[in-house]
């Protein structure tokens, strides 16, 4: 086996090696736990979302009652201070006051009872807001743990990559150019092999066995040319 054809498969096998690094960071366990954390996360915003947006409405509700009844309250007042100052006299007038502060208290006893179920209402809701934010919270903790721990795990397998990227490159820098674009080529087009070995009659790349000729013209080719699997095309290492 030429030098050159020795490293060449030293090349494939860092290559192999540096694609399976860079698959194993991308499918990192705590990638995947930090993924469904954040869907939960997600789905507690909606439901946070959706239980304030609740409760908002009846808080507004109220406030309109509220309004309401001050003003049913404020002209109670009003119509009494004219009942009992002595500026109306007519008694039709006064039976007229006298029943609309008995409709006035009357609405407002309603109004109130409104409220009242309104404020009821809230609360099963409030400490339902206060339950999934505490949920939401734990969440929080829960993906900055995963994120600091995705984040160890990333910097391990980098810290392989660099290392394993140097060899690369150094490999590929002894490597004569015709021969490392040609591997290039083949190994973007092939699924990450460029190269195979000759192990018997078979090609590593394809499984498939040559020609007793072609074994033979392979293993007597003269140093520095390389010849490629006819099956599959990779540059064969013999
Ligand atoms: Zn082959």
Request: glycine share 4%; charged share 30%.
């Amino acid at each position: 086996m030429s030098a050159n054809l020795a490293s060449l498969m030293d090349l494939q096998d860092v290559d192999t090696l540096l694609d399976q690094l860079k698959h194993k960071r991308e499918v990192l366990p705590e990638r995947r736990s930090l993924a469904d954390a954040m869907n939960v996360a997600r789905s507690l915003d909606r439901q946070l979302a959706d239980l304030t947006s609740q409760r908002d409405a009846l808080v507004a509700r109220q406030a309109e009652l509220e309004a309401e009844i001050e003003s049913a309250t404020a002209r109670v007042v009003m119509i009494e201070r004219r009942l009992y100052g002595g500026e109306v006299s007519a008694s039709r007038d006064l039976q007229a006051m006298s029943e609309e502060v008995d409709h006035l208290r009357s609405r407002r006893a309603t109004l109130e009872d409104s409220e009242l179920a309104l404020m009821e209402d809230t609360e099963p809701l409030d400490a339902e807001i206060a339950k999934v934010s505490q949920l939401r919270s734990d969440v929080d903790a829960e993906i900055t743990r995963i994120s600091e721990a995705l984040a160890v795990a990333e910097a391990g397998v980098d810290a392989q990559i660099t290392e394993r990227e140097g060899e690369r490159h150094r490999l590929a820098e002894a490597m004569p150019q015709a021969l490392l674009a040609e591997y290039e080529r083949l190994r973007s087009r092939l699924g990450g092999e460029g190269a195979a070995r000759l192990v018997g009659d078979s090609c590593t790349g394809c499984h498939l066995r040559m020609p007793a000729t072609e074994v033979e013209r392979i293993r007597r080719l003269p140093p520095g040319s390389f010849a490629n699997c006819e099956q599959c095309g990779r540059i064969i290492v013999h």
